[in-house]
């Protein structure tokens, strides 16, 4: 929290504007269901050090099931072990056990982007703060009374593509937005429209305030404040008295007072835009219709941005979750509605008389008009040669999953 924010006179917030905070559910372990279902339902402990000879590891994290036995994120694996023993494969005995897994970072992040990209598809303010959560500001799109289901549409978003559940805050500023988002997890959704701020905020415990750990609350608590509506009554001076600067962060924080934007880091990636099918079709005159549509709103959007691209690409997802994507690179960086149109359609053909589940169009390997304007020149000799060559690359499905449709972030 900046310190000044949302002083008197200093700065002031815009009660119109609506902040997102999206948080994965215990997201390493919902990961691991991810690639293995029959998980769902058990308690998961994602962690290191839990196989026979390492010593020494820590829980990263744990689903639900597990938390409900006292185990959690930087618990020593050991401890988590009494809690809950590793389950063997051969002898299910009447006590309850858990399910270990090792971390895997890479597959992690994998998904980690998966989320990003559709979190960038539907808004163009994201800012990613760690591998599982990201602040969207919506305000340009919607009003609060679409505020629900537009948070609702990317919960089901994201457990409909990903099989990854997510809690969502709604709320007028950030502070607010992460509050909401921890107040009903797993699978949350709360919406905090600009009026209930503070009413939302009254009751809740001191620990639900960002920052506010074990030891804070302690000292907190043996003073008699309890709850954020506590905190607010002390005043400033007090709170400062306590914990320094910290104190008047927590004083703004608690009155849902913060003006900091979300600023989205750096240039993204490439920029995409994908749609789904209600039920699987193979009918390619509609399926050629969707991938207009998509292609003029990605090329739209990268127009919008000032950015041009070298590289088209098409993304289709076969029933039920086959994911295949292709695509062409261009001799040089480009701003060409129509091309991104004939080239989407061209890569589709293949794919012709598939059935198809969803499909998507992206351009990548951006260039923008800032930080890279050598490029840009080097472009503008190209631009003369009107008609532009390009040339088919073709990549499978599987060796692309990784790099292609890779998050819009430039994280
Ligand atoms: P969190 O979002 O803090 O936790 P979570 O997603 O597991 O659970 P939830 O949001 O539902 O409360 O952190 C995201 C991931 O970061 C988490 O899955 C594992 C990793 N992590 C660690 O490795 N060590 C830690 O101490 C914490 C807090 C998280
Ligand atoms: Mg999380």
Same mark, same amino acid.
């Given at each position: 929290m900046p310190s000044h924010a949302g002083l008197p006179g200093v700065a002031t917030q815009s009660a119109d504007r609506i902040i997102l905070h999206v948080d994965n559910d215990c997201f390493y372990a919902a990961?691991? *269901? @991810?690639r293995e279902p029959s998980l769902e339902g058990e308690p998961v402990i994602v962690g290191m050090g839990f196989q026979p000879g390492s010593t020494g590891g820590v829980v990263a994290t744990a689903s639900y099931e597990a938390r409900e036995y006292g185990i959690g994120s930087a618990q020593p694996i050991t401890e988590a072990m009494e809690r809950l023993p590793p389950r063997s494969q051969t002898e299910p005995g009447p006590e309850p056990t858990g399910v270990y897994r090792p971390v895997d970072m890479q597959f992690y992040e994998q998904n980690a982007t998966a989320v990003h990209e559709i979190l960038s598809d539907v808004s163009d303010t994201v800012r990613r703060v760690s591998i599982d959560e990201a602040y969207l500001d919506c305000s340009e799109q919607i009003d609060w009374n679409e505020a629900e289901s537009f948070a609702i549409d990317i919960k089901y978003r994201i457990a409909d593509e990903l099989g990854l559940p997510v809690s969502v805050g709604v709320a !007028?500023?950030?502070? @607010?937005?992460?509050?909401a988002s921890d107040h009903d997890k797993p699978d949350g959704l709360v919406v905090v429209h600009p009026k209930e701020v503070a009413d939302f905020l009254a009751p809740l415990p001191i620990d639900a305030l960002h920052g506010?750990? !074990?030891?804070?609350?302690s000292l907190l608590n043996e003073r008699g404040i309890e709850t954020v509506e506590h905190l607010v009554a002390r005043g400033q001076e007090e709170l400062i008295d306590l914990l320094g600067e910290r104190g008047r962060d927590l004083f703004y924080q608690a009155q849902g007072i913060d003006s900091r934007p979300v600023? !989205? *880091?750096?240039? !993204?990636?490439s920029l995409s835009r994908e749609s789904s099918f209600g039920d699987p079709v193979a009918d390619s005159d509609l399926i050629r219709e969707k991938l207009r549509t998509l292609a003029e709103a990605v090329a739209e959007r990268a127009r919008r941005k000032g950015a041009t691209y070298r590289t088209i690409g098409i993304k289709v997802v076969e029933p039920p979750f086959e994911v295949q994507t292709r695509e062409e690179s261009l001799p040089g960086p480009i701003d060409e509605p129509e091309l991104v149109e004939t080239v989407s359609l061209d890569l589709y053909e293949e794919f012709r008389g598939k059935n198809v589940r969803k499909v998507g169009v992206k351009v990548a390997n951006l260039t923008f008009p800032e930080g890279d304007q050598r490029r840009l020149d080097s472009w503008d000799d190209g631009r003369n040669s009107r008609e532009l060559q390009y040339h088919r690359e073709n990549v499978s499905g599987a060796q692309l999953r990784l790099t292609a449709f890779e998050a819009d972030s430039g994280d």
């Amino acid at each position: 929290m900046p310190s000044h924010a949302g002083l008197p006179g200093v700065a002031t917030q815009s009660a119109d504007r609506i902040i997102l905070h999206v948080d994965n559910d215990c997201f390493y372990a919902a990961c691991e *269901r @991810v690639r293995e279902p029959s998980l769902e339902g058990e308690p998961v402990i994602v962690g290191m050090g839990f196989q026979p000879g390492s010593t020494g590891g820590v829980v990263a994290t744990a689903s639900y099931e597990a938390r409900e036995y006292g185990i959690g994120s930087a618990q020593p694996i050991t401890e988590a072990m009494e809690r809950l023993p590793p389950r063997s494969q051969t002898e299910p005995g009447p006590e309850p056990t858990g399910v270990y897994r090792p971390v895997d970072m890479q597959f992690y992040e994998q998904n980690a982007t998966a989320v990003h990209e559709i979190l960038s598809d539907v808004s163009d303010t994201v800012r990613r703060v760690s591998i599982d959560e990201a602040y969207l500001d919506c305000s340009e799109q919607i009003d609060w009374n679409e505020a629900e289901s537009f948070a609702i549409d990317i919960k089901y978003r994201i457990a409909d593509e990903l099989g990854l559940p997510v809690s969502v805050g709604v709320a !007028p500023n950030m502070s @607010v937005a992460k509050i909401a988002s921890d107040h009903d997890k797993p699978d949350g959704l709360v919406v905090v429209h600009p009026k209930e701020v503070a009413d939302f905020l009254a009751p809740l415990p001191i620990d639900a305030l960002h920052g506010v750990g !074990p030891k804070t609350a302690s000292l907190l608590n043996e003073r008699g404040i309890e709850t954020v509506e506590h905190l607010v009554a002390r005043g400033q001076e007090e709170l400062i008295d306590l914990l320094g600067e910290r104190g008047r962060d927590l004083f703004y924080q608690a009155q849902g007072i913060d003006s900091r934007p979300v600023t !989205p *880091r750096g240039d !993204p990636k490439s920029l995409s835009r994908e749609s789904s099918f209600g039920d699987p079709v193979a009918d390619s005159d509609l399926i050629r219709e969707k991938l207009r549509t998509l292609a003029e709103a990605v090329a739209e959007r990268a127009r919008r941005k000032g950015a041009t691209y070298r590289t088209i690409g098409i993304k289709v997802v076969e029933p039920p979750f086959e994911v295949q994507t292709r695509e062409e690179s261009l001799p040089g960086p480009i701003d060409e509605p129509e091309l991104v149109e004939t080239v989407s359609l061209d890569l589709y053909e293949e794919f012709r008389g598939k059935n198809v589940r969803k499909v998507g169009v992206k351009v990548a390997n951006l260039t923008f008009p800032e930080g890279d304007q050598r490029r840009l020149d080097s472009w503008d000799d190209g631009r003369n040669s009107r008609e532009l060559q390009y040339h088919r690359e073709n990549v499978s499905g599987a060796q692309l999953r990784l790099t292609a449709f890779e998050a819009d972030s430039g994280d």
